[in-house]
């Protein structure tokens, strides 16, 4: 869904070039459209951004993360980016996240997030692993 975006950057091994190619996509999680952006293949991390950010908070990352065989799914928030909705507290982003990953199928992912994102994270690894 949406047009894909490729990124170049310099990569992490001896300053060659790497492109990695983004794609934007929507998908409804639980009771919430999340737009988020996929990138690479392999072990999935999802990139929950901080309070007044988006998914694109992360994007200067991706080319390292998906050289070293990373999936980086990064979801805008309800009520952030182009996620439609109201903001949430921090139960109910953690479960939009869980729904998030329940609709995608990940058995087991990695979660890493920034300020807000990283006490959503902590909620949703403490509560809901």
């Known amino acids: 869904m949406g047009k894909r975006k490729i990124l170049t950057v310099r990569g992490p091994s001896g300053g060659t070039l790497t492109t990695r190619e983004v794609v934007p996509r929507e998908i409804q999680a639980g009771h919430h459209r999340l737009f988020y952006c996929d990138?690479?293949?392999?072990?999935?991390?999802?990139?929950?951004?901080?309070?007044?950010?988006?998914?694109?908070?992360?994007?200067?990352?991706?080319?390292?993360l998906t050289a070293?065989?990373?999936r980086a799914?990064?979801?805008?928030?309800?009520?952030?980016?182009?996620?439609?909705?109201?903001?949430?507290?921090i139960e109910h982003a953690s479960r939009a996240i869980l729904a998030f990953a329940d609709q995608l199928e990940l058995g087991q992912f990695f979660l890493c997030g920034h300020?807000?994102?990283?006490?959503?994270?902590?909620?949703?690894?403490?509560?809901?692993a």
């Open 68 to 70: 070293a065989n990373i």
């Open 115 to 128: 300020s807000m994102g990283g006490t959503i994270a902590a909620h949703l690894a403490a509560n809901h």
């Open 73 to 89: 799914l990064t979801p805008d928030l309800p009520g952030f980016g182009r996620s439609p909705g109201s903001a949430l507290n």
């Open 39 to 64: 990138a690479g293949m392999g072990a999935p991390l999802i990139m929950i951004h901080g309070l007044g950010a988006s998914s694109r908070w992360w994007f200067p990352l991706f080319p390292q």
